[in-house]
């Protein structure tokens, strides 16, 4: 597909079109939108204006709720094709692949904490109406403050990093009851007087993930919405600690994403434009005749198929996980399921990393002018891989394999 | 022993006299070049090399570093390493038995009584080599010291046992570590044929095999107090000794990978046969194959100029002992380590990857490389040396002075 998100959204590709009923079916529905987002990814990269439309592309393409539950008109998919659906979209462009893997977490987070009663009613709510998640939930800063106001809570504070939240429809909070230390996440409305967006995410690469920070001033939720309370007490459960190992993976995912998205630019542009090199002394007619590039190419796509291949096995341990019962879960499981996905995010890492800079090294000089646009991959690579040290998670797949301790659940593992 | 009573590695120069350092290396070179054709044999058959050692020591090569106070050419570490290197392209076990023999004379020249230094010197000067009796079996770290040595007057008594003691069984003297009374650690220099020294031929390495590297048993070993060279200040002190002794494995490892470059290199032109999607006549003209060459080359080119920066460095100290000056050495030799660590490793592996399945045949015994690589870069933990870069960059923090830095 070679439209533009723009005509995309007006030319309704979809229209008529039978929705996907398989994993298979919804994976080409993502590469197709992947497509289309490729097609200006560095033109929109350039503008950073709010992207609205590409959520609202998300949204036409029916992968908004493609975790929704099958009778209020989800797909009712697992998180392993989740998983491989951001990694499309990314290849795509990053940063929308980042804001569709945030709102599949964000969208399973009363999964994650809530009652059965407000896991339905959120399920029913957004898959209803087809609604986009944000979240402003960064560990790093001050929690939010929560204070009590009768049978409410309200909410106040700053956030750093709010992704996707400005162009969402709910937004997940998160913040401590004053005078305890209680947790409590909420689910409320993103457009709302309480909440102002300082639009401030100006970083160097995932420009478009309207990342920016966020005041939270009297934002108000029944206490009865407070996830997971019942009677004001939280029913904690380990499910809960999958919140983790399910984000980590889905970074893994469009940093994977990303890599493969440089990889086919790279090629793309190899194959039209890079020149022999005339004074190797084993000239060729075209580049793609040179032994080294070939053997450049071919290093890098097994990197990546190898990293992608360990990110499905994590993809389908940690899916598995998600969709079995809820008390079920032990926290040996979820400690498996961590460490290898901590293997998946070093690896994810370094293939994104290296596949950013090694296409310019394979296409030439030439594709470094500004209107080809290949440092768009190592930019978003760059920027998201450094949400947390990925030194750590080598520790943690260190510490598994000398002394068989899975890690233990915190903001970033 | 007195310099009228030759030692064992003989005395054939009727005048030896000190040889300049480049003619020093020149030597090396020719040595080298017959070492390496028998390299291979000697590993197999796990042959001390006492004749190769004897013939270093004869032609002055192992005297090279002797201070020009004492009649030696002071070639410092710049000579020390490269005779390393040279020696260990063709043998790596033949460099590695000089090791501590460079070592000591430098603890000597510290840390040695005018007499031991006198004595010490004019000896090597005639071919005399000395061998290290450090490390202990057991222990909770290698710091942890057993040997004791008991003084009396002008006499010193030592007794222990030392393992890993590195040229210990073509040695003249040994250089022993033991603790007195006090707590205090000296290097104890004893005679190898001295009453009460047993030299056990017990080195059973997958690597380095020729090394003479035995157990030392000392039982009331007698020696004049004037033997013994207190050891904290030499070691700890800012004159790059650390760092000279370190040079010397990292020398050992940049050899050992051009050593095995060069043999693969071989192979490739004389006995590999060209993969057949090249579509050319000879494997070294397969560019996938030159590619890879092209690859390994740097990392051993890196290594190289590594230590001649290091070298460069740890013979700064000899002028300038200041803490910046030694740090300097440290981090310069800890740089050279590492990337002779990896350039051992990684050509000794690539070796076969480059010469096909032929390679593998245990006939040509090219595994030796990997496996003196992988054994000799264990002698003390890598790691440890990217933390000390890594420290300095970061924190500005100096690398702690000790042996093996």
Known sequence: MTITVQEALSSSPWAGKDRPATPSGWLERASDVAGILATDAVERDRAQAVPTAEVQLLKDAGLVTLLGPVEHGGAGETWETAYQVIREIASGDG???????????????????????????????????????????????NDLTIREDGDELVYNGHKSFSTGSKVSDLTVLEGVLEGTDKHIFAIVPSQQDGITFHDDWDNLGQRLTESGSVSITDVRIPWAA????????????????LNLPTIQLIFANFYLGIAKGGLKAGTAYARENTRAWPYGGDNKESAHEEWYLLEGYGRLQSQLWAAEALADAAGGEISGLLHAEREALTAEQRGHAAVRIAAVKQLATDVALEAGTKIYELTGARASRNSVGLDIFWRNARTHTLHDPVAYKRREVGEYALLGRVPQPTWYT | MTISQPPRSGILHEDPGPRAVPQLL????????????????RDTARTIPSEELNALSEAGVLAATVPTSHGGPAGGATAAFEITRLLATADPSIAQIPQSHFVYLRLAELAGSPTLREEIFAEVLNGARIANAQSERGGATITDIRTRVAIAGPQATVDGEKFYSTGSLLADWLAVLARDADGADHIAFVRSDAPGVTIVDDWTGMGQRTTASGTVR??????????????AEAVTGPHGYGAFAQGLHAAIDAGLARGALTEAAQFVQTSSRPWFEAGVDRADEDPLLVQRFGELEVEVRAAEASLIAAAVAADATTSLQTDESAAEASLAVATAKVLADRAAISVTNALFELGGTRASDERLNLHRHWRNARTHTLHDPVRWKLQHLGRWTVRGEHPPRGPQL
């Open chain 1, 95 to 141: 940063s929308i692949g980042q804001l569709i893997g945030y709102h599949y977490l964000w969208a399973w987070a009363v999964r994650l904490v809530g009652t059965p009663e407000q896991i339905a009613a959120v399920e029913e709510l957004y898959t209803t109406q087809n609604l986009f998640f944000g979240g402003a939930v960064n560990p790093r800063d």
């Open chain 2, 26 to 41: 020149d030597a090396t070179r020719e040595f080298a070049a017959t070492f390496a054709a028998t390299a291979s044999l």
């Open chain 1, 226 to 241: 407070a996830a997971g309370y019942v009677d004001k007490e939280l029913q904690e459960l380990t499910y809960g600690t």
């Open chain 2, 218 to 231: 000392l039982e009331g070993v007698r020696l004049p107090v004037t033997h013994l060279a207190p050891r």
